[in-house]
């Protein structure tokens, strides 16, 4: 009995020890390591694609709403000065509206300055002496009449124009004539038969003249 459990245990050690078994066994645990390893790296596997077009969408939605953002503020700067211009452009409108719009109605009083100027250089200053009162009275009336016209002229911002021995500007004048004219400079204003009126350096009435040319 004793000799055969002896056996026994002979032959147990003998499989334990088995280098078939030994070569055996890490193959068993290399399967069990990937069996068990196997199905989470696969879920990491489809996960990264799924991240990397997430990010690439979340890309493509950034430098969308940053182009959209660059319109808008395109947009509102030309909008405010579009504003700032129309601005602009009102306030000259009402300052232009302020300092010209008289300027019919000083245009009607111009005819009425120049009968005052003709009456005045009419009347022959030899002829007004205390001898003879009315006409004195008349003429002295007349002079005042247009003194003051003037000075409501320049109140206004209406200024006379008597270029005579100026240079011809055909801006503030018009030619009615080019003759030469002995004494006088060619290009230069040589007679002046209506005096030109400027409204705030606007040139309201051009002046009539003639200009001397070279003989």
Not at 130 to 152: A, C, F, R, W
């Amino acid at each position: 009995m004793a000799s055969w459990c002896v056996r026994a245990v002979r032959q147990s050690y003998s499989l334990v020890a088995s280098p078939a078994l030994i070569r055996g066994s890490p193959r068993y645990l290399c399967a069990a390591t990937q069996q068990k390893s196997g199905p989470g790296s696969e879920e990491e596997a489809a996960e990264k694609p799924d991240q990397g077009a997430a990010e690439k969408a979340l890309t493509e939605e950034k430098s969308l709403l940053e182009e959209q953002l660059k319109e808008m503020t395109d947009k509102y700067k030309r909008a405010l000065a579009d504003t700032e211009n129309l601005r602009t452009r009102s306030q000259k409108m009402i300052e232009d509206a302020k300092l010209y719009g008289i300027q019919g109605f000083c245009k009607d009083l111009l005819e009425v300055a120049d009968i005052l100027e003709k009456a005045t250089e009419s009347v022959p200053k030899e002829e007004v002496t205390s001898q003879n009162p009315h006409l004195k009275n008349l003429y002295d009336g007349l002079v005042m009449t247009e003194s003051q016209i003037q000075k409501v002229f320049t109140k206004h911002g209406l200024v006379k124009l008597n270029p005579e021995g100026q240079k011809f500007d055909p801006y503030e004048h018009e030619a009615l004539f080019h003759a030469p004219v002995e004494g006088k400079e060619p290009g230069t204003v040589a007679l002046v038969t209506k005096v030109g009126y400027k409204i705030h350096g606007r040139t309201l009435r051009p002046a009539l003249v003639g200009v001397a040319k070279a003989p």
